[in-house]
């Protein structure tokens, strides 16, 4: 069965397509949240802004833009809880979400 996939394009301040940043979809559930899951994905635009995470198991996750992310970040919990006002989506197996984000 295919996986899901979250794709879009990074915004910036203006409304204008980035490759600044990064995009970073986790789960919502916090017994997720260590380096060997499927569900923290961290992905970087491209010169259009244009990004996509695949391989997401089904479940809930939060899709959000960030500036700068310390080595190590990407897996700590209370990193991870800053997150959780971000844009949350319901992801099912083989759909393809569409979130544009924007940058602050």
């Known amino acids: 069965m295919p996986a899901a996939r979250v ?39 491209d010169t259009a802004g244009r990004y996509e995470i695949s391989g997401l198991p089904p479940g809930p996750y939060t899709v959000s833009a960030v500036t700068a992310l310390a080595p190590g970040q990407l897996w700590d919990a209370a990193f991870l809880k800053t997150l959780a006002k971000s844009q949350q989506i319901e992801l099912s197996q083989g759909q393809t ?5 924007r940058l602050k």
């Open 7 to 45: 794709s879009g394009t990074m915004l910036d301040a203006a409304g204008k397509p980035t490759s600044r940043g990064a995009v970073i979809v986790a789960s919502t559930a916090p017994r997720d949240w260590s380096e060997a899951t499927r569900r923290i994905r961290l992905a970087r635009p």
């Open 97 to 101: 979400a569409t979130v544009d984000l």
